[in-house]
């Protein structure tokens, strides 16, 4: 089974461009989350689903957009980047809010 | 803060010692959760431990909750190499919250 699997796992980039990163889970699971991971710092949860259709802000959601279109499917956008969004991001998803979360392997995105 | 904090931020043993690691939290729980993280990789669910239980085994895991003193602790008996990783506490509620992990070094 492949479970939470996350498009590209590297990409740089320059400020000002954008770029979409993408999620997909192979287990039927209603919600989807993604995270940045920086040093020190654990993980912060940027946007979340719960169902597809739905979205909804997290913790640190400026600068970042989302869609969920399909059940299977979590896209982040990164409208303008700048280098404060240079991180490691993760994609999880589980079947309700309380319940143990899958994760995907992570993006390194680095933002010159 | 509404994150859990996990004690201490970092540990090295020696291969076959007990590994122990706390999690202090201020907010009500329904449940809370332990997570591995190895090194360039996502994290992974260990062990799941509701707010009524006080204990929970898996394997080699031993988790303990104490909500009068809204603390857990994560217990890996015989480490491992294998075992180095960091270790996240999460805290399920109305919304969950993740803490900023304990790193472990099993030394072969």
């Known amino acids: 089974n492949a479970g939470v699997t996350q498009t590209p796992k590297f990409r740089v980039l320059k400020t000002g461009q954008s770029m979409t990163l993408l999620c997909a889970q192979d287990?039927?699971?209603?919600?989807m989350y993604w995270y940045r991971q920086d040093p020190g710092m654990g993980l912060r949860l940027i946007h979340y689903?719960?169902?597809?259709?739905?979205?909804a802000k997290g913790e640190v959601p400026d600068g970042y957009n989302v869609s969920r279109l399909k059940k299977q499917n979590f896209l982040l956008g990164l409208e303008s980047a700048a280098p404060s969004q240079t991180s490691v991001y993760f994609c999880?998803?589980?079947?309700?809010?309380?319940?143990?979360?899958?994760f995907g392997d992570g993006t390194r995105l680095s933002i010159l | 803060s509404q994150q859990g904090e996990e004690d201490p931020q970092a540990l090295s043993i020696q291969e076959g010692e007990n590994a122990t690691m706390n999690c202090s939290y201020k907010?009500?729980?329904?449940?809370l959760q332990w997570y591995r993280q190895n090194s360039g990789r996502g994290l992974v669910h260990l062990i799941l431990?509701?707010?009524?239980?006080r204990e929970k085994h898996s394997g080699r895991l031993r988790v303990t909750l104490d909500t009068s003193k809204k603390s857990s602790s994560l217990l890996i008996t015989a480490s491992r190499a294998a075992d180095t990783a960091s270790y996240f506490c999460?805290?399920?509620?109305?919304?969950?919250?993740f803490g900023t992990g304990t790193s472990l070094t099993v030394i072969p």
């Open positions: 999460v805290l399920t509620g109305n919304q969950f919250y």
């Open positions: 287990m039927n699971h209603e919600y």
């Open positions: 907010t009500s729980i329904n449940n």
């Open positions: 689903s719960v169902g597809e259709g739905t979205t």
């Open positions: 431990i509701r707010s009524n239980e």
């Open positions: 999880a998803s589980s079947s309700a809010v309380n319940q143990p979360q899958h």
